[in-house]
């Protein structure tokens, strides 16, 4: 059993920053592999960001990637998104997820939902115009 609480999230104005944190507790954190994933008022929950379970590579959503940031620290079990740039689209609540599958972060299945086994209860990020 892995617990996910994310922080981090808030008001922010377009084109500012915010740094969402993810604190694992349980299991092994380095064992999992580490997402981001996003979902506005009446959508699905979408991909955003991938750190693979060994650390060694990272994978985006194009609606992000040169904006956001996905790292972690597996001393300290914590996995961190760095957003910068930030547009009113990006407004959603955005969940932390740890999956047990063992691939690299552009493996297709690491941005599906459904193979991501543990949740956080989410931040809420709003970006103002």
């Known amino acids: 059993q892995v617990q996910l609480v994310e922080s981090g999230g808030g008001l922010v104005q377009a084109g500012g920053s915010l740094r969402l944190s993810c604190a694992a507790s349980?299991?092994?954190?380095?064992?999992?592999?580490m997402g981001w994933f996003r979902q506005a008022p009446g959508k699905e929950r979408y991909f955003v960001a991938v750190?693979?379970?060994?650390?060694?590579?990272?994978g985006y959503a194009d609606s992000v990637k040169g904006r956001f940031t996905i790292s972690r620290d597996n001393a300290t079990n914590t996995m961190y998104l760095q957003m910068n740039s930030l547009k009113p689209e990006d407004t959603a609540v955005y969940y932390c997820?740890?999956?047990?599958?063992?691939?690299?972060?552009?493996?297709?299945?690491?941005?599906?939902?459904?193979?991501?086994?543990?949740w956080g209860q989410g931040t809420q990020v709003t970006v103002s115009s």
């Open positions: 997820a740890a999956s047990s599958l063992i691939q690299t972060a552009n493996s297709p299945r690491l941005r599906r939902p459904g193979e991501y086994v543990y």
């Open positions: 750190h693979s379970w060994s650390g060694g590579s990272t």
């Open positions: 349980g299991r092994i954190f380095s064992n999992y592999a």
